[in-house]
């Protein structure tokens, strides 16, 4: 018997990438494919940002509707098709963060989060929950600075004005640690580019 | 951070920019190709951070978000060229640069508090000095329509880039967002969304302005739609 498809064009079998370029010409199969594979990682970022699951569901659901909407527009040659929807999850998951922050502190004029408080609760859950062992070790691979920047950024969300206060360290260095955690990061997962 | 633009490309690609710092620093990608790069590269291994916080989703999520594709078009593609990475995240200027058009078409009092309130930020802009180029090139069009506000269109044909700016536009309501129009041979193309905080407003063109006669705004579902659904709130003939 010969198989129906050809290796590779079932949609379980694409790279993400395919299935963009699918999804782009109005397929749904592939979407569905694109779906059952990236929303763990798409629902998983925002809630690691956000914490709150329903608005976590809220903003994942505008996630993955706007990657559905606009692959499209998805270049192959400027990235991975898995860097464009994490950057899309992260940007939103951000975003939403600071105009919550916002609203708070238009409420009671507390400007900047508690310092202690702040950096115990990320670095706990991303100690805690960090599943992937590769990018755990990575991550002890950098100094603790580096370490502790980046995870306040990426999975606390805060700008790097308030890492550099949290961390009690001048802009310049935090806005440099930054830079050389990825670099370290970057070269440590052999991450292509 | 004038002097040394280039270090934000860590900053930028964990998002741990101000909006303000995002938009100046998308400014810079624009016409900075080694950030660029240095820009796609962090974001692969950022997303490998965002991938180690996989978990599971909600049940009911997937059916939602399956029924809401049915309904929801799909965008055009645009064509690419070193503007579609800001493009591609529908760049919404900020107050900043926004206060600094609005001075200059003198659209009064608010604006110049805005400004002041950002003028640490001068240098910076200076630098960057697309916007006001843009506004030097003296295009600006009056937008009128059911909402009265100040809202102005400042575009230069030869760089082919436009911006609105809006006072006082009150923000979309619940679920929704702005969606500017272009309208070619009498058919819209979606130029990208936008929202507002209620005191200023400003949206760059995603879209080309060739051969465009008239530029609008609608509010529609939130993230935009392909065709507008909703009645033209403002709009202004080149
Ligand atoms: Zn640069």
């Known amino acids: 018997m010969r198989p129906l498809r050809a290796v590779g064009s079932s949609p379980a079998q694409m790279s993400l990438e395919g299935l963009l370029t699918r999804i782009a010409k109005g397929d749904q199969a592939a979407y569905v494919a694109l779906y059952d594979r990236t929303s763990p990682v798409v629902y998983g970022l925002i809630r690691r940002v956000l914490r709150d699951p329903a608005q976590s569901e809220e903003v994942a659901q505008e996630v993955l509707l706007e990657v559905w909407r606009t692959a499209t527009r998805f270049d192959a040659e400027r990235g991975s098709a898995n860097a464009w929807i994490m950057t899309m999850a992260h940007r939103r998951a951000v975003d939403r963060v600071r105009s919550e922050q916002a609203a708070r502190d238009r409420d009671d004029k507390v400007g900047v989060r508690d310092a202690s408080v702040g950096f115990d609760e990320v670095a706990e859950e991303v100690q805690a929950r960090l599943e992937h062992q590769q990018v755990r070790r990575a991550l002890d691979q950098l100094t603790d600075l580096q370490r502790e920047a980046v995870q306040l950024a990426y999975y606390g969300g805060r700008t790097y004005r308030e890492v550099a206060e949290l961390l009690d360290t001048p802009l310049g260095t935090v806005k440099t640690r930054l830079r050389d955690g990825l670099i370290r990061l970057r070269d440590t997962l052999g991450v292509r580019s | ?238």
Not at chain 2, 109 to 136: F, K, S
Not at chain 2, 193 to 211: I, K, M
């Open chain 2, 1 to 238: 951070m004038s002097d040394n633009i280039h270090l934000l490309a860590g900053a930028y690609a964990l998002d741990a920019l101000t909006i303000d710092e995002r938009a100046l620093y998308e400014r810079h990608l624009s016409v900075c190709e080694a950030c660029r790069l240095e820009v796609a590269e962090y974001a692969e291994t950022a997303a490998e951070l965002g991938v180690a916080a996989a978990a599971n989703a909600p049940a009911g999520l997937r059916a939602r978000v399956l029924t809401e594709i049915e309904r929801t078009r799909q965008v055009s593609a645009t064509p690419g060229g070193p503007a579609s990475l800001s493009r591609r995240v529908q760049r919404v200027l900020t107050p900043v640069a926004a206060g600094l058009v609005a001075l200059v078409i003198g659209l009064s009092g608010a604006v110049a508090v805005l400004w002041q309130d950002n003028q640490r930020l001068e240098a910076t802009v200076a630098e960057e000095r697309g916007l006001a180029e843009l506004v030097a090139a003296g295009h600006s069009v009056t937008m009128t329509g059911q909402i009265d506000v100040p809202a102005t269109f400042v575009y230069d044909p030869d760089r082919d880039e436009g911006v609105l700016v809006a006072t006082g536009l009150s923000a979309p309501a619940e679920g929704m967002t702005y969606q500017l129009w272009v309208i070619r041979d009498g058919q819209p193309v979606d130029a990208g969304v936008f929202g507002s905080d209620g005191r200023l407003a400003t949206a760059t063109a995603s879209e080309s302005l060739h051969e465009a006669e008239q530029v609008a705004v609608t509010m529609e579902p939130a993230g935009g739609v392909d065709q507008p659904t909703g009645e033209i709130l403002l709009s202004g003939d080149l």
